[in-house]
């Protein structure tokens, strides 16, 4: 089976610009998690999408956004871009969320 | 709430050394326990995971975990150092039920010296 990818690798943007990033799941995966990982505060959890609802979701501002799509692939949507958006943006599918996750390789979001 | 403590932010070893990577966790019931590994410029693989069955549970690369009730404790072993085994290690909590999201620590970077 392919991995879980994350489009686009790396991006740059400017304050107060808006910014979408992808997530394809691994094939069967129905649950996808995204991730903002920072050197500061480390690996902290946004959402969580299951069958195109969300199920969870971190203590993020609302600008930070997601959805779901039919065929389980995932965006997340960042409006008004500060410059602590800054991080790698980490995205996870699973079959069973406590069981295991399998996480893409990051998109990475440069704030200038 | 579960929570994960990694002692030590920065772990530094000789080749062919002892890696010992500390992980302790807080939950009211025992969990489901996660070891991941990070390489520069990459997501996050899965080393290891503790799902209620044997206590020592052995990953990949040579890694294992040893589950301690007594100590709420987790911590990640290799018996020897490889270069390769340079990286950032995340310990990380699930409940055994329900579809709450995993929980991680802040990570240990793990240093390999020649």
């Known amino acids: 089976k392919a991995g879980v990818t994350q489009t686009p690798r790396y991006l740059i943007k400017t304050r107060g610009q808006q910014v979408t990033l992808s997530c394809s799941p691994i094939?069967?995966?129905?649950?996808v998690s995204w991730y903002q990982q920072t050197p500061g505060q480390g690996l902290q959890f946004l959402f969580e999408?299951?069958?195109?609802?969300?199920?969870n979701k971190g203590n993020f501002p609302g600008r930070f956004s997601g959805r779901q799509f039919s065929n389980s692939r995932s965006e997340m949507n960042v409006s008004t871009l500060e410059l602590g958006d800054s991080a790698l943006y980490l995205c996870?599918?699973?079959?069973?969320?406590?069981?295991?996750?399998?996480f893409g390789p990051g998109t990475r979001l440069t704030v200038l | 709430a579960q929570s994960v403590t990694q002692l030590g932010s920065h772990v530094s070893v000789s080749e062919g050394a002892l890696v010992l990577l500390r992980c302790n966790y807080s939950s009211s019931v025992p969990p489901y326990l996660f070891w991941y590994v990070q390489y520069p410029n990459q997501g996050l693989q899965l080393l290891l995971k503790?799902?209620?069955?044997?206590?020592l549970v052995k990953g990949i690369n040579g890694f294992e975990a040893e589950f301690k009730k007594s100590e709420t404790s987790f911590h990640l072993t290799k018996p020897s150092a490889h270069m390769s085994d340079a990286a950032e290690y995340f310990c990380a909590v699930s409940a055994t039920s329900g579809n709450t999201p995993l929980v991680f620590g802040k990570g240990t970077r793990l240093s390999v010296i020649a």
């Open positions: 999408y299951f069958s195109e609802t969300q199920r």
């Open positions: 996870a599918s699973s079959e069973v969320v406590r069981v295991e996750q399998f």
């Open positions: 094939s069967g995966h129905r649950s």
């Open positions: 503790y799902t209620s069955a044997a206590t």
